[in-house]
């Protein structure tokens, strides 16, 4: 097995036989962390293919369950798709309004308004090489988050065991590493841009390989990168700079590696210690938001559409004498 093969086989369906719910179809693309979009009826007048609350699910070169067929659906497809093909492609809320006859050409002449919610897939990505203590201690902190992760070792043995029930979410990849110069090279260039990387492999000359492999000169994607770093302590760093040096890496190609890594030492150098504090770290690296005050659908929005439909009428009082 070469660098980049999954260490998981995941199964899935025949969806000729089980065809996939809207809902199963969710689950599944949240705990990939892959960009999808939720299109929800939410409003319908007149003749209309399906009532509120019938949902779709798509990505980029999936449909699945249905709001309906037709032309209709059709457009809510795309228009999901503009915003899931986007670069990057970025979570939003959009509320669309489709009068069949009009918009869709469809003869049934009903209106209906739909809820497209985008879901950008992961949050944040990291690529992390080791799977010993600290490496299988931080995963454990970090699965619970919308980050892929993908894990190297060159030890398939070193990942722990999961149950087919119980295991990581398919955004954390178990992958092997080679550990000659051809499989780092394959594994540093399969490195997603705006990743976060860490080396944490058992091997200080494997450390210092990937290390080197990262810094590059030849990798034209590494300036991309978030963030470089690499367990250990000063002293480690310091020979590995030194060897670096002498190999041609300049100040400011060294200076982009973080050693030793995470918000502080800890006293007693436990793994899950350490990964507390290299989590934190990441975390703390994370880019600021600059989400506007208003977000979502404006209230003159959902104002101006709900009062688009005709009031429901108030059902009649009836007198309860259990209560008088």
């Known amino acids: 097995m070469s660098a980049g093969d999954s260490l998981e086989t995941r199964g899935s369906l025949d969806p000729l036989d089980h065809p996939e719910t809207w809902h199963a179809a969710l689950h599944r693309l949240q705990e990939s962390a892959a960009p999808h979009a939720l299109a929800?009826?939410?409003?319908?007048?007149?003749?209309?293919?399906?009532?509120?609350?019938a949902k779709l699910v798509v990505t980029p070169t999936e449909v699945?369950?249905?709001?309906?067929?037709?032309?209709?659906?059709?457009?809510v497809i795309e228009t999901a798709r503009r915003h899931l093909t986007a670069t990057p492609v970025a979570a939003g809320t959009y509320l669309e309004a489709f009068p069949l006859g009009g918009r869709s050409g469809q003869c049934c002449g009903g209106f209906v308004h739909v809820l497209i919610e985008i879901f950008a897939g992961a949050e944040s990505h990291l690529t992390l090489f080791g799977a010993g203590h600290v490496g299988q201690a931080l995963v454990e902190l970090l699965a619970?988050?919308?980050?892929?992760i993908d894990w190297y070792d060159s030890r398939a043995e070193a990942f722990p065991l999961q149950d087919v029930h119980d295991g990581y979410p398919a955004r954390i990849r178990p992958m092997e590493l080679t550990p000659d110069a051809e499989g780092i090279d394959r594994a540093v260039a399969a490195i997603a841009p705006a990743s976060h990387v860490l080396v944490?492999?058992?091997?200080?000359?494997?450390?210092?390989?990937l290390i080197a492999a990262l810094l590059s000169r030849t990798n034209s994607s590494h300036e991309a990168w978030r963030s470089i770093g690499m367990i250990g302590s000063r002293s480690k760093w310091a020979s590995f700079r030194s060897r670096l040096a002498a190999t041609g890496f300049d100040d400011a190609a060294l200076a982009r590696v973080r050693c030793p890594i995470g918000l502080g030492s800890t006293v007693n150098k436990r793994p899950q210690e350490i990964a507390i504090s290299v989590a934190a770290e990441l975390l703390a690296q994370q880019r600021p938001s600059s989400k506007p005050?208003?977000?979502g659908i404006s209230p003159e929005t959902w104002r101006d559409t709900f009062s688009a439909f005709e009031p429901l009428e108030s059902a009649p009082f009836v007198k309860d004498p259990a209560r008088e």
Do not use: C, K
Request: net charge negative; hydrophobic share 30%.
């Open 40 to 53: 929800s009826v939410v409003g319908a007048a007149g003749s209309t293919p399906r009532e509120p609350g």
């Open 64 to 75: 699945i369950d249905t709001l309906g067929g037709g032309h209709f659906e059709q457009q």
């Open 144 to 148: 619970p988050l919308p980050w892929r």
């Open 200 to 209: 944490m492999t058992h091997d200080h000359a494997l450390d210092r390989a």
């Open 293 to 295: 005050a208003q977000r």
